[in-house]
C-alpha cells in the first residue's frame, strides 16, 4: 500500500530552483529531509534551513552525473536516514543556445549524464534504502513529449527529458513488486535560473501542486507521465 504522507524524504539539486523548495515544504509539513546538492559548503539557503531545523535537515554532497560521487553517497545515506519514502530526482541542467550545425557532443553527454542517466542510476543505487510502498518522483517535462513540435528548442535537453521518460517507465517496473510508484512529473513553466524571467508561475506554486500528485500517487498510476495537477500527459 502507498504511504500516504512520506515521511523521510530525499530532494536532489536542492540547493537551488524548485528543489530548495521542495527542502522548504517538505520540512514545513512535518518530513525529516535529506537535501543532496553538488557543493554543501556553497549551499548558504540550505545550510540556514539546517540551522533552522536542527536533526530534521541533512544536507549531504552528490553530483547525480558522476559514478563515483553516487556511491559514496549511497554509502553515506544510512548515517543520516534509516530509509527513504519519497525520492525527488529533481537535479537537471538545461544548455541553452543551441542551434542546428553546432549541437555539441558535450552538451548532449553533460545532458543526458544529469537529466537522464543521473536519476537512473541514483534510484538504482539507492534501491535497498527506498521503503516499500514508498514514491519516486522523476522531474521531467512536457519538452521531453514526442508528440509536441520540437521546433528545434533546446535539442540535448529534450533528448535527454524524453530518455528520462523511459527510465520513469523502466524504474516503475522494476521496483513494482515492492510498491513503490515511480512516476514523472512536469512542474509547469516555473521562476527559476532555469524557467527564467518569462515563466508563469512560482517555485512555491508549483511545489505545492506536485507534493499533492505526488502524495495522491498509487501503484496504478506507477510508470505516467503526470503535469503537477496529476492529469496524465502525453509522451
Ligand atoms: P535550476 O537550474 O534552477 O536548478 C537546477 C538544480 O539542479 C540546481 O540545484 C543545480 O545545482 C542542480 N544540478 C544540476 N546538475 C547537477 C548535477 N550534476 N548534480 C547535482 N545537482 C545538479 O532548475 P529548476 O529548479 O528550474 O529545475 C528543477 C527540475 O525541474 C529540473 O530537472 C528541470 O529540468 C525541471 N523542470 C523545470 C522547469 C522550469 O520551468 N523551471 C520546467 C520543466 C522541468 P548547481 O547549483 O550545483 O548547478
Redesign the pocket.
Known amino acids: 500500500m502507498p504511504i500516504a504522507q512520506p515521511r523521510r524524504s530525499l530532494v536532489?539539486?536542492?540547493?537551488?530552483?524548485?528543489?530548495l523548495e521542495f527542502v522548504r515544504q517538505l520540512l514545513a509539513r512535518g518530513d525529516r529531509v535529506v537535501a543532496a546538492?553538488?557543493?554543501p559548503g556553497k549551499a548558504t539557503a540550505l545550510n540556514a534551513l539546517a540551522g533552522e531545523h536542527p536533526g530534521r535537515l541533512h544536507v549531504l554532497p552528490?553530483?547525480?552525473?558522476d559514478e563515483k560521487s553516487r556511491t559514496a553517497f549511497a554509502h553515506e545515506l544510512p548515517l543520516v536516514c534509516d530509509g527513504i519514502d519519497l525520492l525527488i530526482n529533481?537535479?537537471?541542467?538545461?544548455h541553452s543556445g543551441e542551434r542546428w550545425g553546432g549541437i555539441s557532443a558535450a552538451n548532449l553527454e553533460d545532458s543526458l549524464r544529469?537529466?537522464a542517466i543521473?536519476p537512473f542510476l541514483l534510484t538504482q543505487a539507492l534501491s535497498s534504502q527506498l521503503a516499500d510502498g514508498g514514491t519516486v518522483a522523476n522531474?521531467?517535462?512536457m519538452m521531453s513529449s514526442l508528440g509536441t513540435d520540437p521546433d528545434f528548442h533546446s535539442p540535448s535537453y529534450r533528448i535527454s527529458?524524453t530518455a528520462l521518460n523511459m527510465a520513469t517507465k523502466m524504474l516503475a517496473k522494476a521496483l513494482e513488486p515492492r510498491g513503490i510508484t515511480v512516476i514523472a512529473l512536469?512542474?509547469?513553466?516555473?521562476l527559476?535560473?532555469?524557467?527564467g524571467s518569462g515563466?508563469q508561475i512560482t517555485p512555491g506554486e508549483s511545489v505545492s501542486e506536485l507534493l499533492e500528485t505526488i502524495a495522491a500517487a498509487t501503484p496504478a498510476r506507477s510508470g505516467g507521465f503526470y503535469d503537477r495537477y496529476g492529469k496524465a500527459m502525453a509522451w
Open positions: 536532489t539539486g536542492a540547493n537551488r530552483g524548485l528543489g546538492c553538488r557543493h552528490l553530483d547525480v552525473a529533481n537535479a537537471g541542467v538545461l544529469t537529466n543521473g522531474l521531467s517535462s527529458k512536469c512542474p509547469g513553466w516555473v527559476t535560473d532555469m524557467g515563466a
